[in-house]
């Protein structure tokens, strides 16, 4: 529908509700375990609901319309590597922006899915504001690292998945023996209980040799994963490895909060980040 009809007056009345209804749900981080991861999710959904890349806003119109105003909004949000490196002040800001924008439902509600299950840990672990700074700072390192290794490409990149890999990388060392329910597809989609130590390098392995197979077209940019997860467990490594974490791989023995589980983990791995 187009604007002005009565169907788009009712769904911008649904957008407004969305965005209440997020107001209402930040309000309520404070009596949430792991605030920071919540409000992480919260802010992603509700800019991606109100944004053109939903196609729920009948203002940024459809078809041709709509996909001209997501092609718009993803150059002014997202990392455009050619554009990154030439001193413009507001290209320098977009590694942060893009940590908030995402392609499609599918891109967005992967990436989502991956920091609930295992970003809650992670933060109680580190602390709120440790937390925080820490999946802004390595999720902006693997954005540049993957412009950086294509400096000349004109591909916009969007979405949180460097940052959640570096979550993942994180999760590895400080939970090794996190039972983690996986469900892999070529074994028939049946779902398995595995110790994150074989989980997540099983799934950095697959981001690595992706990575190399990748093209320089729209895609997933596996190597912003690569980056994010080795950033995540180098920071986890440095900062806990002297002390070593409980049932960390830092630590000298193995203590029971080693075999914390961890349900409804997806597989095989998390959507990257769009390049439309």
């Given at each position: ?22 107001v209402r749900a930040l309000k309520a981080l404070r009596t ?50 050619a554009e990154l490196f030439t001193g413009s002040p507001r ?186």
């Amino acid at each position: 529908m187009r604007p002005g009809t009565p169907c788009s007056v009712h769904m911008i009345s649904d957008t407004k509700t969305v965005a209440v209804r997020a107001v209402r749900a930040l309000k309520a981080l404070r009596t949430t375990p792991a605030p920071v991861t919540c409000a992480l999710i919260v802010v992603c959904c509700a800019l991606f609901v109100i944004g053109p890349a939903s196609g729920l806003n009948p203002l940024d119109g459809t078809g041709d319309a709509l996909l001209l105003a997501q092609r718009s909004y993803f150059r002014r949000w997202g990392v455009i590597p050619a554009e990154l490196f030439t001193g413009s002040p507001r290209a320098a800001l977009t590694p942060v922006t893009a940590l908030f924008v995402h392609g499609s439902w599918v891109h967005l509600l992967g990436n989502m899915l991956f920091l609930y299950v295992f970003g809650a840990m992670t933060e109680q672990r580190m602390g709120r504001v440790a937390f925080l700074l820490f999946y802004l700072g390595c999720g902006c390192l693997a954005l540049l690292g993957y412009a950086a290794a294509h400096a000349a490409s004109e591909q916009t990149l969007v979405g949180a998945s460097g940052a959640i890999s570096a979550v993942l990388g994180a999760f590895l060392y400080l939970f090794p023996r996190a039972r983690v329910t996986s469900v892999l597809p070529f074994l028939f989609f049946l779902p398995l209980r595995l110790p994150a130590w074989i989980v997540l390098p099983f799934w950095a392995a697959l981001q690595w040799v992706a990575a190399g197979q990748a093209t320089h077209g729209p895609g997933v940019a596996y190597l912003a994963h690569v980056v994010g997860f080795a950033l995540g467990f180098a920071y986890a490594w440095a900062r806990y490895g002297r002390r070593g974490p409980r049932g960390g791989l830092g630590g000298l023995r193995w203590q029971p909060g080693g075999r914390t589980r961890v349900k409804a983990a997806p597989a095989p791995a998390p959507e990257g980040e769009n390049q439309p």
